[in-house]
């Protein structure tokens, strides 16, 4: 969408803290959604999903929550660590309609973490 | 177990030649698969999808095309850079409704 060209907010935080990364999503046909973790020079990585008939769930050190009703989603992460530093986005799914199979990305939140 | 292939890394184009990027997806059958550009410091914009062999959707009206020769080939193309193509490719492969697995991307850099 149009945020793709803005510049990523960014999130600082000390290590062990508790990081939350929020994601406003735009379409409330979307089934399914996902955060990926990206790396500098490197594609996306999966890291936890859920769908839209879920509003939680949890991974390791990581948790996915879903507001369906102001389409946000956010991602917490438990004791964060200095390799948990990258750009995190999340990414919705179209699982049907004209639109079936178009996966789309959020901004992207810019995470570092301070020794 | 599925392994997605793209090259190549690393590309340097003159302004006006074509371009040609391939990725190919090993281990699964009709994957979705998808083209990303990614500016640097941005985010990823989704520029064509394909649910199935010559079932290509195309998102951004720009200076590319995707085809789809092979259930598991997708070729990004242009016939002339332009200075704006520069960027970081990424294709994605995903099975129905799961998640999408990225390759390592290329960076294109058009002089």
């Known amino acids: 969408g149009e945020s793709v060209g803005l510049h990523l907010p960014t999130l600082s935080v000390q290590e062990g803290d508790n990081s939350i990364i929020n994601c406003a999503y735009s379409?409330?046909?979307?089934?399914?959604f996902i955060w990926y973790k990206q790396e500098s020079g490197k594609g996306p990585q999966f890291i936890i999903d859920?769908?839209?008939?879920?509003d939680k769930r949890q991974g390791q050190r990581v948790t996915v929550l879903l507001n369906k009703t102001v389409k946000h989603l956010s991602l917490q992460i438990a004791a964060t660590q200095p390799g948990d530093s990258a750009v995190y986005f999340c990414a919705e799914l179209r699982a049907g309609g004209t639109s079936y199979g178009k996966l789309t990305f959020g901004q992207g939140t810019i995470l570092t973490v301070h020794p | 177990s599925q392994t997605i292939h793209q090259w190549p890394a690393t590309l340097v184009q003159p302004v006006g030649s074509p371009l040609s990027l391939e990725c190919t997806v090993e281990?699964?059958?009709?994957?979705?698969l998808y083209w990303y550009r990614q500016a640097a410091g941005r985010g990823l914009q989704l520029l064509f999808y394909?649910?199935?062999?010559?079932?290509i959707s195309s998102e951004v009206p720009q200076n590319l095309s995707a085809s789809r020769p092979q259930d598991r080939q997708f070729i990004l193309s242009s016939k002339k850079l332009l200075l704006s193509d520069s960027g970081f490719y990424l294709c994605a492969w995903s099975a129905e409704n799961t998640e999408a697995f990225f390759g390592q991307g290329t960076r294109l850099t058009v002089v």
């Open positions: 859920i769908r839209s008939n879920m």
């Open positions: 379409n409330s046909a979307s089934d399914y």
């Open positions: 281990g699964t059958s009709n994957p979705n």
């Open positions: 394909s649910v199935g062999i010559g079932q």
